[in-house]
């Protein structure tokens, strides 16, 4: 990246340049494309369309935003070394960077809160959680990222006077990054990352906490019900001329609970990991530069960037591909080919007017729960 600009860079350098711009490439092709199949995937799909696929559908697209807005001018001027858009979109640019990685956050936030309150209370959560109250949402969350960004941004608060200009040879090229002023990155952080970080956290633990309570209840609840249907098989006379090799059949159903059991931890897991694993090294560094310029090298700083931004890319990964509803809808939506086949596709697809509860989590969960206890609990844990 720090090649000497006007000369014949060096091998070893035009090499690193090349590896590191097509790792970036792919980096970006893989968040656009991914959050792309999710938006089309929650518009094509009716039993996609629910309540809380908003705020999934809201940090798709900001998201997208991060790959085709940020990431693409980041990957330019990382490359080159220099700022070669303008002193004007500049300031543009840090703001839809600063503005569409809040967005993205909130909206994790908010998912974990829709969730939390799908699993806690299912009966309630039709008359909490409504369309309006979900656009509410997802609009107060765009307007204070956009509060957090373009305002202090386009009022020149957020940086220090003094600009930075990049020298080579005698020659002075323009430069642009994330020279933050202090009292604007401590603000700022704590808007985007730190308190949405601390309530995501609380949530999950909460979260899988339920859970797990949950998993032990509906083994309880279940377990003298699978005893007395054990007793009633054996009391039934094998006849003589039933073969040896008759088995009475096993109604311990374990596998669903340990399924969901080791659901719960995997998704809580992964979730957090790999959002902290993204945004805690650039948000501890992001503070720590603007009280020491020194302190933090420039190559740091733009590898921990792009850790951040990569958590764009992995976000279509855990909360779409995940969800088997969503890697059927992917899997069909690749594999159309022509109008004529993705009509009969959308037709097939969708569900009839019987099996239209599933569209909606409360109706889904009253649907189960006539069926069984156990079973509406086991939904419950499985929604995670």
Same mark, same amino acid.
């Given at each position: 990246?720090?090649?000497?600009?006007?000369?014949?860079?060096?091998?070893?350098?035009?090499?690193?340049?090349?590896?590191?711009?097509?790792?970036?490439?792919?980096?970006?092709?893989?968040?656009?494309?991914?959050?792309?199949?999710?938006?089309?995937?929650?518009?094509?799909?009716?039993?996609?369309?629910?309540?809380?696929?908003?705020?999934?559908?809201?940090?798709?697209?900001?998201?997208?935003?991060?790959?085709?807005?940020?990431?693409?001018?980041?990957?330019?001027?990382?490359?080159?070394?220099?700022?070669?858009?303008?002193?004007?979109?500049?300031?543009?640019?840090?703001?839809?960077?600063?503005?569409?990685?809040?967005?993205?956050?909130?909206?994790?936030?908010?998912?974990?809160?829709?969730?939390?309150?799908?699993?806690?209370?299912?009966?309630?959560?039709?008359?909490?959680?409504?369309?309006?109250?979900?656009?509410?949402?997802?609009?107060?969350?765009?307007?204070?990222?956009?509060?957090?960004?373009?305002?202090?941004?386009?009022?020149?608060?957020?940086?220090?006077?003094?600009?930075?200009?990049?020298?080579?040879?005698?020659?002075?090229?323009?430069?642009?990054?994330?020279?933050?002023?202090?009292?604007?990155?401590?603000?700022?952080?704590?808007?985007?990352?730190?308190?949405?970080?601390?309530?995501?956290?609380?949530?999950?633990?909460?979260?899988?906490?339920?859970?797990?309570?949950?998993?032990?209840?509906?083994?309880?609840?279940?377990?003298?019900?699978?005893?007395?249907?054990?007793? #009633?098989?054996?009391?039934?006379?094998?006849?003589?001329?039933?073969? /040896?090799?008759?088995? *009475?059949? +096993?109604?311990?159903? =374990? %596998?669903?609970?340990?399924?969901?059991?080791?659901?719960?931890?995997?998704?809580?897991?992964?979730?957090?990991?790999?959002?902290?694993?993204?945004?805690?090294?650039?948000?501890?560094?992001?503070?720590?530069?603007?009280?020491?310029?020194?302190?933090?090298?420039?190559?740091?700083?733009?590898?921990?960037?792009?850790?951040?931004?990569?958590?764009?890319?992995?976000?279509?990964?855990?909360?779409?591909?995940?969800?088997?509803?969503?890697?059927?809808?992917?899997?069909?939506?690749?594999?159309?080919?022509?109008?004529?086949?993705?009509?009969?596709?959308?037709?097939?697809?969708?569900? #009839?007017?019987?099996?239209?509860?599933?569209?909606?989590?409360?109706? /889904?969960?009253?649907? *189960?729960? +006539?069926?069984?206890? =156990? %079973?509406?609990?086991?939904?419950?844990?499985?929604?995670?």
């Amino acid at each position: 990246m720090d090649t000497i600009v006007g000369e014949e860079p060096e091998p070893l350098s035009l090499v690193s340049i090349v590896v590191v711009g097509i790792f970036l490439s792919v980096l970006i092709f893989l968040s656009v494309a991914g959050n792309i199949l999710v938006c089309i995937a929650i518009y094509t799909e009716r039993s996609l369309r629910r309540i809380g696929n908003l705020f999934l559908a809201s940090l798709a697209i900001a998201d997208l935003f991060v790959a085709s807005l940020v990431m693409t001018f980041a990957g330019v001027n990382d490359l080159l070394g220099y700022w070669i858009f303008g002193a004007q979109f500049c300031d543009t640019w840090v703001a839809f960077d600063v503005m569409c990685s809040t967005a993205s956050i909130l909206n994790l936030c908010a998912i974990s809160m829709d969730r939390y309150i799908h699993i806690k209370d299912p009966l309630r959560y039709g008359r909490w959680v409504t369309r309006r109250v979900a656009v509410i949402t997802i609009a107060a969350i765009w307007l204070l990222a956009a509060f957090v960004s373009f305002v202090p941004i386009s009022l020149g608060i957020h940086r220090p006077d003094q600009p930075l200009i990049f020298e080579d040879n005698g020659k002075k090229y323009p430069t642009c990054a994330l020279d933050l002023t202090p009292t604007y990155a401590v603000v700022s952080s704590c808007i985007s990352f730190y308190f949405p970080c601390v309530v995501m956290i609380g949530i999950y633990c909460r979260l899988y906490c339920y859970a797990q309570k949950h998993v032990k209840s509906i083994k309880a609840v279940t377990r003298p019900g699978e005893v007395a249907e054990k007793q #009633r098989y054996k009391s039934i006379r094998r006849p003589k001329n039933q073969p /040896k090799k008759f088995k *009475v059949r +096993n109604l311990h159903h =374990s %596998s669903p609970y340990h399924v969901s059991d080791h659901k719960a931890a995997v998704t809580v897991g992964v979730i957090m990991g790999v959002f902290l694993i993204c945004w805690v090294p650039f948000f501890c560094v992001n503070i720590t530069a603007a009280f020491c310029k020194t302190c933090i090298g420039g190559q740091t700083f733009k590898i921990l960037t792009w850790l951040g931004y990569s958590n764009s890319a992995f976000n279509p990964i855990i909360y779409s591909i995940f969800n088997k509803e969503f890697r059927d809808a992917f899997k069909r939506i690749l594999t159309m080919r022509n109008p004529w086949c993705c009509a009969q596709d959308v037709g097939n697809i969708h569900p #009839r007017n019987s099996d239209r509860f599933i569209t909606d989590y409360a109706a /889904k969960n009253v649907v *189960v729960m +006539n069926s069984g206890r =156990s %079973s509406a609990e086991l939904e419950q844990v499985s929604a995670i």
